[in-house]
């Protein structure tokens, strides 16, 4: 009858709501659990990569710079301060300072100053921490520039001060945002050739702009900077 159809129907809508309203409250808590333990995992590898990053910057620092625990946590503070200055990771801005210090010796105030250069250079060219790292050093090496060194420069026609990284560095950036050749192409160009001309006394700015206008043509980063070598 027409009276049992519609209790029989009613029932059913019951039957599959019930089972919709427990299946979502089964299915949000599973997701919350898992959100939870996601969460949880992620601290615990942040963590234990932080570490790692601080026992290897132990291991290739000066001993008088990590002497004591005002002078590591003073370390750890500026990493931090750095790592949100650029937009990354604390343990990536302790590995660029450690990395710094091993592949050239270098003191840790400076090795500091070149690491934030570095990070951001990761940051923008889309780069590794150990590739960025490499690239700076090579460069630093290559034209011998100074991290501490102030340096004149003229923007817009007033006198601003500087350091020589930062200059060197602003000229990647500068490039790289307004030429056909990426700002990680630049410095991969110099890694491979910018030595040679180097030795021969051609500055970091003109040897910039031979691999801009070489690799207008090339299209190809590498290829320019082995060509430098010849």
Known sequence: TKIALKSTTADQGGFFKDVYENLFTFTAGELLADGIQNVGRALKD???????????????????????????????????????????????????????IQMSGRSMEESIVIAEQTMMLANVAEMTQESASQAVVSMMAAFNLDPLKEVPIVVDGVTKS?????????????????????????????????????????SMTDTIALVTGANKVLQDPEVVGNGLKS
């Open 46 to 100: 942040i963590v234990m990569e932080y570490d790692a990053a601080m026992t290897n910057l132990k291991k290739v620092a000066n001993p008088e710079d990590i002497m004591s625990a005002s002078q590591l946590d003073a370390i750890e503070q500026k990493a931090v301060s750095i790592a949100k200055n650029v937009g990354m990771a604390s343990q990536d801005v302790i590995s660029a300072i450690a990395d710094t």
């Open 162 to 202: 500087t350091t020589e990284l930062t200059n060197a560095m602003d000229m990647v950036n500068y490039v790289g945002n307004n030429f056909s050749i990426s700002s990680e192409g630049i410095v991969s160009a110099l890694q491979k050739g910018g030595a040679v001309l180097a030795q021969y006394g051609v």
